[in-house]
């Protein structure tokens, strides 16, 4: 089984901290993305990766960053945290490289608060 | 922008019934159909997927697609309470996933 591991499950964060979000799956996927989900608005790309430091922009990204050091970790910076990125974060990956067609498969998410 | 809909319910079926979920989408250029599960403070699981036309099973779900008329749809037989979550419909093609808002199914013994 796939396995997606976020490392937090619950953030509380103050305004204007820099944020970091990892993310690590186990199954050699190429592919992985972040994206947020908010009540009414479902869920949004932030950014997605199909290739150890590459990325590329989703339909979000204003006030984040992303990192791939590593093909298994993907990490989502918010550089400087606001109150209107309190969010459900949520991690996916998938198996064939710079393919859209694969499913994804998700972390537990990251329930980060900020205030 | 690809718009996928979906009426965000809550559709209540009895226990036992047939569960028929909908969604429908812009972009013709789609290729690749999906449908997830989201229980209340969970993340999305996935249940199926779909790339052809006409239905495809799996135990008790089926999904339906008709390319044609752009509407992609989930069947759920001998619904379960432990069916009731939210169910997502998402699609691809030359961009990756883009999801709808999901149809909360509410299954009452």
């Excluded at chain 2, 969970?42 to 697609?65: C, W």
Aim: proline share 4%.
């Amino acid at each position: 089984d796939v396995k997606v591991t976020q490392s937090s499950r619950y953030l509380v964060k103050r305004t204007g901290e820099k944020v970091f979000l990892e993310c690590v799956q186990d199954m050699d996927h190429e592919n992985m993305f972040w994206y947020r989900q908010d009540p009414g608005l479902g869920l949004r790309l932030i950014y997605f990766s199909y290739d150890v430091k590459m990325k590329e922009k989703g339909d979000i990204p204003e006030g984040y960053s992303v990192s791939r050091e590593k093909k298994e970790r993907f990490s989502l910076i918010l550089e400087s945290a606001s109150t209107n990125q309190t969010s459900m974060y949520l991690c996916a990956s998938s198996f064939i490289a710079f393919s859209y067609n694969s499913p994804l498969h998700f972390g537990n998410g990251t329930r980060l608060t900020v205030t | 922008q690809k718009e996928v809909e979906q009426n965000s319910g809550p559709l209540s079926v009895p226990e036992g019934a047939i569960a028929s979920l909908n969604c429908t989408y812009s972009d013709r250029g789609s290729q690749s159909f999906f449908w997830y599960r989201q229980y209340s403070g969970k993340s999305p699981e996935l249940i199926m997927f779909i790339y052809s036309n006409g239905d495809k099973e799996d135990g008790r779900f089926t999904a339906q697609l008709n390319k044609a008329s752009q509407y992609v749809s989930l069947l759920i037989r001998d619904s379960q309470p432990s069916d009731s979550a939210t169910y997502l419909c998402a699609l691809s093609g030359n961009t990756p996933l883009v999801f709808g808002k999901g149809t909360r199914l509410s299954v009452i013994a």
